[in-house]
Protein backbone atom coordinates (compact mmCIF):
# COMPACT_ATOMS: atom_id res chain seq x y z
CA UNK A 1 0.00 0.00 0.00
CA UNK A 2 1.61 3.78 -1.21
CA UNK A 3 0.44 5.58 1.67
CA UNK A 4 2.46 8.45 -0.45
CA UNK A 5 0.12 8.66 -3.18
CA UNK A 6 -2.84 8.87 -1.08
CA UNK A 7 -1.25 11.93 0.80
CA UNK A 8 0.01 13.18 -2.50
CA UNK A 9 -3.88 13.13 -3.32
CA UNK A 10 -4.44 14.66 -0.46
CA UNK A 11 -2.26 17.73 -0.49
CA UNK A 12 -2.90 18.51 -4.46
CA UNK A 13 -4.38 21.62 -4.36
CA UNK A 14 -4.77 21.45 -8.31
CA UNK A 15 -7.58 19.62 -7.62
CA UNK A 16 -11.30 19.89 -7.34
CA UNK A 17 -13.13 19.49 -4.16
CA UNK A 18 -14.90 16.23 -6.15
CA UNK A 19 -11.57 15.03 -8.32
CA UNK A 20 -10.04 15.49 -4.68
CA UNK A 21 -12.64 12.84 -3.27
CA UNK A 22 -12.72 10.42 -6.39
CA UNK A 23 -8.92 10.52 -5.77
CA UNK A 24 -8.82 9.32 -2.16
CA UNK A 25 -12.19 6.87 -2.92
CA UNK A 26 -10.09 5.52 -5.17
CA UNK A 27 -6.72 5.07 -3.26
CA UNK A 28 -8.47 3.96 -0.34
CA UNK A 29 -10.41 1.28 -2.06
CA UNK A 30 -7.20 -0.32 -3.23
CA UNK A 31 -5.73 0.06 0.42
CA UNK A 32 -8.63 -2.38 1.47
CA UNK A 33 -8.83 -4.67 -1.21
CA UNK A 34 -4.80 -5.11 -0.69
CA UNK A 35 -5.60 -5.21 3.03
CA UNK A 36 -8.33 -8.13 2.80
CA UNK A 37 -6.39 -9.98 0.41
CA UNK A 38 -3.10 -9.73 2.77
CA UNK A 39 -4.48 -9.10 6.06
CA UNK A 40 -1.00 -9.25 7.50
CA UNK A 41 -0.04 -7.10 10.23
CA UNK A 42 2.37 -4.72 8.35
CA UNK A 43 -0.34 -4.24 6.05
CA UNK A 44 -2.97 -3.36 9.30
CA UNK A 45 -0.43 -0.85 10.35
CA UNK A 46 0.13 0.71 7.22
CA UNK A 47 -3.77 0.93 6.85
CA UNK A 48 -4.30 2.77 9.72
CA UNK A 49 -1.71 4.91 8.77
CA UNK A 50 -3.35 6.24 5.39
CA UNK A 51 -6.76 6.18 7.31
CA UNK A 52 -5.12 8.90 9.59
CA UNK A 53 -4.59 11.01 6.46
CA UNK A 54 -8.31 10.41 5.53
CA UNK A 55 -9.42 11.39 8.87
CA UNK A 56 -7.19 14.77 8.27
CA UNK A 57 -8.64 15.58 5.26
CA UNK A 58 -12.77 14.80 6.45
CA UNK A 59 -12.03 16.71 9.56
CA UNK A 60 -10.38 19.86 7.81
CA UNK A 61 -12.19 20.17 4.10
CA UNK A 62 -15.79 20.09 4.48
CA UNK A 63 -16.59 19.92 0.68
CA UNK A 64 -14.54 16.92 0.10
CA UNK A 65 -15.77 15.69 2.66
CA UNK A 66 -19.10 16.10 1.59
CA UNK A 67 -18.23 14.67 -1.96
CA UNK A 68 -16.89 11.60 -0.37
CA UNK A 69 -19.94 10.88 1.07
CA UNK A 70 -21.66 11.48 -2.49
CA UNK A 71 -19.16 9.05 -4.30
CA UNK A 72 -19.91 5.90 -1.81
CA UNK A 73 -20.79 3.11 -4.25
CA UNK A 74 -23.07 0.70 -3.82
CA UNK A 75 -21.50 -2.56 -5.18
CA UNK A 76 -20.93 -4.93 -2.69
CA UNK A 77 -17.70 -6.09 -1.69
CA UNK A 78 -16.14 -6.57 2.23
CA UNK A 79 -13.54 -3.61 1.02
CA UNK A 80 -16.35 -1.08 -0.67
CA UNK A 81 -18.15 -1.50 2.58
CA UNK A 82 -15.10 -1.15 4.60
CA UNK A 83 -14.54 2.62 2.87
CA UNK A 84 -18.09 3.38 2.88
CA UNK A 85 -18.91 2.85 6.32
CA UNK A 86 -15.34 4.37 7.35
CA UNK A 87 -16.32 7.59 5.70
CA UNK A 88 -19.87 7.68 6.75
CA UNK A 89 -19.02 7.12 10.19
CA UNK A 90 -16.31 9.51 10.45
CA UNK A 91 -18.43 12.41 9.36
CA UNK A 92 -20.71 11.11 11.62
CA UNK A 93 -18.21 11.49 14.78
CA UNK A 94 -17.09 14.44 13.55
CA UNK A 95 -20.69 15.87 13.81
CA UNK A 96 -20.76 14.87 17.00
CA UNK A 97 -17.03 15.32 18.27
CA UNK A 98 -15.17 17.81 16.81
CA UNK A 99 -16.10 20.19 19.28
CA UNK A 100 -14.49 18.12 22.02
CA UNK A 101 -10.95 16.93 22.84
CA UNK A 102 -12.20 13.75 24.04
CA UNK A 103 -12.32 11.81 21.48
CA UNK A 104 -9.48 10.64 18.93
CA UNK A 105 -10.74 10.94 15.71
CA UNK A 106 -7.84 9.16 14.20
CA UNK A 107 -8.05 5.94 16.14
CA UNK A 108 -11.75 6.08 15.93
CA UNK A 109 -11.47 6.49 11.58
CA UNK A 110 -9.36 3.15 11.81
CA UNK A 111 -11.67 1.04 13.96
CA UNK A 112 -14.37 2.45 10.87
CA UNK A 113 -12.42 1.23 8.05
CA UNK A 114 -11.49 -1.48 9.79
CA UNK A 115 -14.40 -2.79 11.36
CA UNK A 116 -14.90 -6.13 9.18
CA UNK A 117 -11.62 -6.97 9.10
CA UNK A 118 -12.67 -10.57 10.97
CA UNK A 119 -14.59 -11.16 7.75
CA UNK A 120 -11.27 -12.49 6.36
CA UNK A 121 -11.67 -14.90 8.94
CA UNK A 122 -14.62 -16.36 7.53
CA UNK A 123 -15.24 -18.40 4.21
CA UNK A 124 -15.25 -16.26 1.53
CA UNK A 125 -18.11 -18.62 0.38
CA UNK A 126 -20.12 -17.91 3.38
CA UNK A 127 -19.52 -14.25 2.61
CA UNK A 128 -20.55 -13.81 -0.68
CA UNK A 129 -23.48 -16.16 -0.43
CA UNK A 130 -26.27 -14.85 -2.08
CA UNK A 131 -29.69 -14.10 0.37
CA UNK A 132 -29.85 -16.26 3.43
CA UNK A 133 -27.11 -18.13 5.89
CA UNK A 134 -28.26 -21.23 7.16
CA UNK A 135 -27.98 -21.34 10.75
CA UNK A 136 -24.26 -23.11 11.47
CA UNK A 137 -23.42 -20.25 8.15
CA UNK A 138 -24.70 -17.48 10.26
CA UNK A 139 -22.99 -18.65 13.51
CA UNK A 140 -19.64 -18.83 10.99
CA UNK A 141 -20.53 -15.12 10.07
CA UNK A 142 -21.03 -13.87 13.65
CA UNK A 143 -17.69 -15.00 14.66
CA UNK A 144 -15.97 -11.58 12.56
CA UNK A 145 -16.32 -9.16 14.87
CA UNK A 146 -14.09 -10.93 17.88
CA UNK A 147 -11.73 -12.73 14.82
CA UNK A 148 -11.11 -8.78 13.99
CA UNK A 149 -10.73 -7.69 17.16
CA UNK A 150 -8.01 -10.33 17.71
CA UNK A 151 -6.51 -9.28 14.44
CA UNK A 152 -5.90 -5.81 15.82
CA UNK A 153 -5.00 -6.90 18.95
CA UNK A 154 -2.05 -9.41 17.40
CA UNK A 155 -0.79 -6.35 14.94
CA UNK A 156 -0.55 -4.24 17.78
CA UNK A 157 -2.96 -1.71 15.96
CA UNK A 158 -5.52 -1.61 19.04
CA UNK A 159 -6.77 1.00 20.63
CA UNK A 160 -9.64 1.04 23.38
CA UNK A 161 -11.18 3.08 20.62
CA UNK A 162 -11.27 0.43 18.25
CA UNK A 163 -11.74 -2.39 20.36
CA UNK A 164 -15.32 -1.32 20.61
CA UNK A 165 -16.02 -0.12 17.05
CA UNK A 166 -14.89 -3.53 15.86
CA UNK A 167 -16.74 -5.79 19.07
CA UNK A 168 -20.07 -4.32 18.82
CA UNK A 169 -20.64 -3.04 15.51
CA UNK A 170 -23.32 -5.16 15.30
CA UNK A 171 -24.84 -4.98 19.00
CA UNK A 172 -28.19 -2.99 18.57
CA UNK A 173 -30.03 -0.90 21.25
CA UNK A 174 -32.54 -3.32 21.99
CA UNK A 175 -30.24 -6.08 22.86
CA UNK A 176 -31.42 -7.71 19.62
CA UNK A 177 -27.86 -7.83 18.25
CA UNK A 178 -24.38 -9.99 18.52
CA UNK A 179 -22.05 -11.47 19.79
CA UNK A 180 -23.32 -10.44 23.44
CA UNK A 181 -26.50 -8.80 23.21
CA UNK A 182 -25.83 -5.54 24.69
CA UNK A 183 -28.40 -3.23 25.29
CA UNK A 184 -28.54 0.64 25.55
CA UNK A 185 -26.07 2.02 27.46
CA UNK A 186 -24.06 -1.24 28.13
CA UNK A 187 -23.00 -0.69 23.90
CA UNK A 188 -20.05 2.13 23.50
CA UNK A 189 -20.86 5.43 21.51
CA UNK A 190 -18.44 4.57 18.92
CA UNK A 191 -20.37 0.70 18.52
CA UNK A 192 -23.65 2.94 17.88
CA UNK A 193 -21.81 5.17 15.62
CA UNK A 194 -20.48 2.04 13.03
CA UNK A 195 -23.77 0.23 13.78
CA UNK A 196 -26.38 3.19 11.56
CA UNK A 197 -23.59 3.52 9.34
CA UNK A 198 -22.81 -0.81 8.93
CA UNK A 199 -27.04 -0.78 8.47
CA UNK A 200 -27.02 2.24 6.05
CA UNK A 201 -24.36 0.81 3.50
CA UNK A 202 -26.30 -2.30 4.41
CA UNK A 203 -29.27 -0.88 2.59
CA UNK A 204 -27.81 1.24 0.14
CA UNK A 205 -25.39 -0.90 -1.56
CA UNK A 206 -26.60 -3.12 -4.57
CA UNK A 207 -26.22 -6.80 -4.12
CA UNK A 208 -26.34 -9.95 -6.59
CA UNK A 209 -30.31 -10.35 -4.70
CA UNK A 210 -31.12 -7.40 -4.51
CA UNK A 211 -31.10 -3.83 -5.77
CA UNK A 212 -29.59 -0.90 -3.91
CA UNK A 213 -31.66 1.26 -1.89
CA UNK A 214 -31.45 5.39 -2.29
CA UNK A 215 -30.09 6.90 0.72
CA UNK A 216 -33.71 8.66 1.36
CA UNK A 217 -35.43 5.34 1.21
CA UNK A 218 -32.51 3.47 3.44
CA UNK A 219 -33.04 6.59 6.04
CA UNK A 220 -36.82 6.13 5.79
CA UNK A 221 -36.55 2.52 6.28
CA UNK A 222 -34.31 2.50 9.43
CA UNK A 223 -36.35 5.10 11.01
CA UNK A 224 -39.55 3.80 10.34
CA UNK A 225 -38.72 0.30 10.88
CA UNK A 226 -35.45 0.07 12.73
CA UNK A 227 -35.64 2.46 15.19
CA UNK A 228 -35.38 0.29 18.02
CA UNK A 229 -31.92 -1.01 16.55
CA UNK A 230 -30.47 2.53 17.09
CA UNK A 231 -29.72 4.93 19.80
CA UNK A 232 -32.36 8.22 18.51
CA UNK A 233 -30.21 11.19 19.50
CA UNK A 234 -26.97 9.43 17.21
CA UNK A 235 -29.85 8.61 14.38
CA UNK A 236 -31.36 11.45 14.20
CA UNK A 237 -27.67 12.91 13.85
CA UNK A 238 -26.77 10.52 11.29
CA UNK A 239 -30.25 11.49 8.97
CA UNK A 240 -29.15 15.18 9.42
CA UNK A 241 -25.77 14.21 7.23
CA UNK A 242 -27.74 13.90 4.01
CA UNK A 243 -29.52 17.34 4.11
FE1 LIG B 1 -19.71 -6.55 10.48
FE1 LIG C 1 -19.91 -4.03 8.23
Redesign the pocket.
Known amino acids: MKVEALTAAIEDQSLTPQEKAQAVYQHSMGMMERLVEHPTSENILTSKQAVSAITDLILSDDQTAKSLLRITSHDFYTYT??VN?GVTAIMLAKALFSKSDAHDLHELGAGFFL??LGKVKVDTAIINKPGRLTDREMQRMRTHPYQGYKMLAEAGALSEECRYIVMQ?HEFTDGSGYPKRLKGDEIHIYGHICGIA?VF??LTAERSYKKAMTPFDALKLMQQQMSHHFDRELFSRFVLLFQ
Open positions: HSVHDHDDA
